[in-house]
């Protein structure tokens, strides 16, 4: 059983930058995908960014470029580095595993952009 704990959301202007914490903590398997979901207000969760435990990377195409994610294995933790913020990239972010003993997710942490 993984455990997620998330941090690092918070109220920032347009074209500014954040970076969003997701700590692991539990049995984590060897192979194993991590991923940065978020859900803006009204609408369906979306997936982001992930990360294998291979290292390969993957964005939605509304987020490459602007958005990294990144892991330290050693601290057990994965971040979401996101930049030149827009308003449309307002939403509770959400961390999530898959792998050895299922599917887990975080509490979530809300970003917003706005003036």
């Known amino acids: 059983q993984v455990q997620l704990v998330e941090s690092g959301g918070g109220l920032v202007q347009p074209g500014g930058s954040l970076r969003l914490s997701c700590a692991a903590s539990?049995?984590?398997?060897?192979?194993?995908?991590m991923a940065w979901y978020r859900q803006p207000p009204g609408l369906q969760r979306e997936l982001v960014a992930r990360?294998?435990?291979?290292?390969?990377?993957n964005y939605a195409d509304s987020v490459r470029g602007r958005f990294t994610i990144s892991r330290d294995n050693a601290k057990n933790t994965v971040y979401l580095q996101v930049n030149s913020l827009k308003p449309e990239d307002t939403a509770v972010y959400y961390c999530n595993y898959n792998g050895p003993g299922g599917e887990s997710w975080g509490q979530g942490t809300q970003v917003t952009v706005s003036s």
């Open positions: 990360i294998s435990s291979g290292g390969t990377k």
């Open positions: 539990g049995s984590i398997g060897r192979i194993y995908l």
